[in-house]
Structures are given as structure tokens and as C-alpha cells.
């Protein structure tokens, strides 16, 4: 109630923001410059010397596909023989995006089935192989479908591999603050590219952190060498744009800047991450738990050690079918659960059928 009272003072006291909400206008090509802004703030550092250098060229997208797309895009345009290296698994609208603007793709080792976890040795020796100054796509955190990320440490491997072949890192950063409940910490990949001195590009949503899903609310960013060659990649994303979809929609980049640019707001919307990050990690232990009350002989150690919304359950397409046809039980058949759709009223219940289909195998 309280923070209802908050929101709603801070929301009226703020005419500009009332204002704004109102506003119908087309927004300039690149979009709101206020919702840019505080996105860069999100995934560059509140006092990233990037950003007050001016070296990020950044525009708002039709959410994090769009983001994805327009680099796909730009890259196409400006390095029309290079590739993607993608992870294996990846989002699978990531092979539809490059495909579609034409940037031929190859694959990087990223899971490993047995440990149900981080593929590194495979994913090292793929970073060490690719022809110097290659273009690597990488979850920033979260990864989707595995729930599993690098750790620190490995991310600084990562990191150093990246620099001495001149790689370039695309981060999609589809998830910040689902995976651990800050998206300070969420941003760390990122932040220790940066620190290594790498240019970078990046993909920002914010269907899942803010629930803006329809809203499509995104943000590309590419780090630059300077400022002035910033306004030309910036001038040249908008010249992709243009002709695509002329400019990006102002609801959601409203209320992305009315959240992000008021501090009350601002403090409430990370009260709010972190209790749906924490939720999906109950949710995890739970399932965890129950499956090992009910004895199974199997490890389940994945299901807490994966993070972000989804659990890669190992589980086979025949095992997923049998859940869904004896126990009305949906998932995608690679046995990706969304631990999003689990709660208190039905973990016992998943824990139950998953323990049918598995323990005679
Ligand atoms: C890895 C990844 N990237 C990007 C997206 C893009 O979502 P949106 O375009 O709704 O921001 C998703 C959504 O599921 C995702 O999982
Ligand atoms: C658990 O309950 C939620 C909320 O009612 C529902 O959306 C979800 O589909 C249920 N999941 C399972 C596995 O029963």
C-alpha cells in the first residue's frame, strides 16, 4: 500500500512525466533520448566514462529482437563478409535474425549435456579457432534455453581469449536483473569486457525486467573508438531504421524513462526485480527439494545451479510428451522448463510427474 501511495505521488509530482504520457508524437528516428540514456546508465555503469564520452552510439529498438536485428543489420552493411558465431544452444530467433539479414552463421560450444553446464574447454578452444576479429553473439546473463553462465572467472577468461583474437562481443542482454535480482550484478559480463578495453555492442529488453513485453521497449548500443565516430555509427543505424520502420514506438520508452529516471521509482522497480528473481530461485530450491524427498535417483543439482527464468531439466522430447500427455504438463520438447510458470500451489505437483517420467531411466 504504501509503495502504491509512493509510486503514485512520485507519478503526480511530476508534470513533465504526466505530460510525456500524453504525447502522441512521433519520436526522432533514433528514439527517446531520455529512455537511451538511462539505458546506457543500466548496462554501461551510472558513471561510465563511456557515456560521458559520448563513444556510445546508441538507438531505441523494437525490444531486444529489434535491437539484435538492426546490429544483424549493420553488420551485414559494413562487414558484409564476416559471420556470427552463435552458442549451441542459442534462443532459436537468434539463427532466424542473422539468417534473414544475411550474415552467414557458426556455431560455438556452449552446454555441456553430461553436467548439464557450462561446455568451457569447448567454448575456449571455439574463441581460439575463430579467424581473429570474428563476431561472437553472447547471452550477458541468464542464457536462454540453459540457465547457465559463465562464472566470473570465466568470463574473464572469456575476456582475455576474446582480446588477443581481436573478437568483437555482442552481448544480448535480454534478462538483466532476472538472474540474480540486480541488474548491477546482472551487467558484470559486460562490465568486465569493458574494463578489458573492448569495444562492444549490445542488445537491452525490457519485456521481462519491466513486464513492458508488447511495449516493445529495447535499446541498441555499440561502444566506439570516439565520439565522432559514435554520431556516424549512430547515423547509420538510423539510416537502417528509417527505411524499416521510421521510428520506434513512445509508450514504452515513456514509461522506461519515467521509471529509470526517477529515483523513487527507480528504487521501487529493483525492489520489484529482485522479488521475481528471488521467487524463481524459491522456486528452483523447491523443485530441487521435492524431487529429492520423493527419492529421486537422479542429480538434480542443475535446477539450483542454472539461474535466470528457465531450467534446462535434461529431460528427453519422449520424457517432456509423456508429461504433457499424462499430466497436462507444457514445455518446449528440448526440456526447457520456465520456472516463471512454477509456484508454491504447484512445485510439489511438477515434482510428482517429473519423478514418474524419469526414475525408470
Ligand atoms: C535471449 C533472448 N534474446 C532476446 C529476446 C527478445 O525478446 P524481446 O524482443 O521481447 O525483447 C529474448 C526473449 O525471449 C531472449 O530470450
Ligand atoms: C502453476 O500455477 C500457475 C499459476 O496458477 C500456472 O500459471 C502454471 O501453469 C501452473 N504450472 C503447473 C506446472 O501446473
Known sequence: MSDLLLTMISISSSISNWWNLQNREYLPMGGSVNMIEESLRL???EDSEFIKDKRIAAVQTLSGTGACRLFADFQKRFLPDSHIYIPTPTWANHHNIWR???????TFAYYHPESRGLDFAGLMNDIKNAPDGSFFLLHACAHNPTGVDPSEEQWREISYQFKVKNHFPFFDMAYQGFASGDPERDAKAIRI???NGHQIGCAQSYAKNMGLYGQRAGCLSILCDDEMQAVAVKSQLQQIA???YSNPPVHGAVIVSTILGDPALKSLWLKE???MADRIIGMRNSLKES???LGSPL???HITNQIGMFCYSGMTPEQVDRLTNEFHIYMTRNGRISM???TTGNVTYLANAIHEVTKSN
Open 43 to 45: 548496462a554501461y555503469g
Open 193 to 195: 569486457f569493458l574494463g
Open 100 to 106: 534473414d539479414a544475411q550474415v552467414p552463421q557458426r
Open 242 to 244: 528509417r527505411p524499416m
Open 273 to 275: 526485480v529482485k522479488v
Open 291 to 293: 524431487l529429492e524427498k
Open 340 to 342: 516463471a510458470g512454477v
Open 299 to 301: 542429480s538434480w543439482e
